[in-house]
């Protein structure tokens, strides 16, 4: 039987999009940026991001898989669905939910940074630094999170519990 235990407060997380809005809107104003997010977990996430973001901005989406069926990463990266949009001589900025390993974040930016963008910036929701296997820089950070498997927020474990509205820790 599993039980939820709330990490992160939709209220924190709202706050925290909302700041995370506010600086991107800063750096990015002028420079109509391209946001790629990682699916699945980035939806609910970047659809938050883009309307406290309010200044124009393009949108593509980009899916790979790292984590089988459970709660541990595979190490493999595969990718599974592309960008169509694109890239060489935009400002892209990779929209992650969660920076784990760092395996999925280090695949997509050699993925991009080979289609020339103008720049290639990072930034998360969730930073989880326990698990780092390979270091990668993150430019836009939500919240360090502990050693925890987590969902809700687009977040899933075995396609569950993605709609939650808080980031909850899942426990058997
Ligand atoms: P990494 O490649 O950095 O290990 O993991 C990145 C991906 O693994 C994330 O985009 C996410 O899909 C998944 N992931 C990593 N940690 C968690 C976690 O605690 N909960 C869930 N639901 N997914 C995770």
Do not use: Q, W
Request: proline residues 5%; charged residues 30%; contains cysteine.
């Amino acid at each position: 039987m599993n039980k939820l235990k709330v990490l992160i407060s939709k209220e924190e997380i709202e706050k925290k999009v909302t700041e995370l809005a506010a600086e991107l809107r800063e750096d990015y104003h002028e420079k109509n940026p391209l946001l790629i997010g990682a699916l699945k977990g980035c939806f609910v996430f970047m659809s938050d991001l883009v309307r406290k973001l309010d200044i124009p901005v393009e949108v593509d989406f980009i899916k790979v898989s790292s984590y089988g069926i459970g709660t541990h990463s595979s190490g493999k990266i595969k990718l599974e669905h592309g960008t169509k949009t694109p890239i060489e001589g935009r400002h892209v900025l990779v929209i992650e939910d969660i920076v784990d390993t760092g395996l999925t974040v280090r695949f997509l930016l050699d993925y991009i940074s080979r289609r020339k963008p103008a720049s290639l910036k990072l930034c998360t929701l969730f930073d989880k630094p326990s698990g780092r296997v390979m270091a990668v820089p993150i430019d836009y950070m939500g919240f360090t999170i502990p050693d925890a498997f987590v969902i809700g927020y687009g977040l899933d474990f075995d396609e569950k519990f993605r709609y939650l509205p808080d980031l909850c820790i899942l426990e058997d």
